[in-house]
């Protein structure tokens, strides 16, 4: 019988305000991807996820 196993890593969010180019650039180029846009603390907010 085969077992298969699989590791689990963590799940990582960043937000980040949509005007912070730089901030974005760094997060696609460390392998995030944005999820969505949503507010937080009421300014404009991106999700990333990796």
């Not at 298969?4 to 990582?12: E, G, H, L, S």
Request: hydrophobic share 30%.
């Amino acid at each position: 019988m085969k077992t298969r196993t699989t590791a689990r890593r963590p799940v990582r969010f960043c937000l980040i305000h949509p005007d912070n180019s730089a901030s974005i650039r760094v997060a696609l180029k460390g392998g995030y991807r944005q999820l969505q846009r949503s507010t937080y603390k009421g300014q404009p907010t991106v999700i990333f996820v990796r």
